[in-house]
């Protein structure tokens, strides 16, 4: 059974920085694609960054500059660096992995999700 945890979100005045993780955990074969979305209030969940397993990122254009994706392969860890926060980006924020896994019958890829984490930046 594979498990996403998240972490690291909380209040944060408008110009602070936050540091969202995700670690996976079970029995992994490997993890294809990390990716961070978010979802506002009466809003639909959106993207906002991704990475590969050979490091390529891809950010939502709204963001470029002030977020950052990185991952540790040998953690099973995904990290979002946020800097120049608004509060605009306020949202839960959930981490989604694609992450295959060795099964009885062989190799076998599922797309998971993270429980989401409140990111609130307000004054």
């Known amino acids: 059974q594979v498990q996403l945890v998240e972490s690291g979100g909380g209040l944060v005045q408008p110009g602070g920085s936050l540091r969202l993780s995700c670690a996976a955990s079970?029995?992994?074969?490997?993890?294809?694609?990390m990716g961070w979305y978010r979802q506002a209030q009466g809003s639909q969940r959106e993207f906002v960054a991704s990475i590969t397993s050979g490091g390529s990122t891809n950010y939502a254009d709204s963001l470029k500059g002030r977020f950052t994706i990185s991952r540790d392969n040998a953690k099973n860890t995904m990290y979002l660096q946020m800097n120049s926060l608004k509060p605009e980006d306020t949202a839960v924020y959930y981490c989604n992995f694609h992450i295959t896994t060795a099964q009885t019958m062989g190799l076998m890829t599922g797309n998971y999700w993270g429980q989401g984490t409140q990111v609130t930046v307000s004054s």
């Open positions: 079970g029995k992994i074969f490997s993890i294809n694609f």
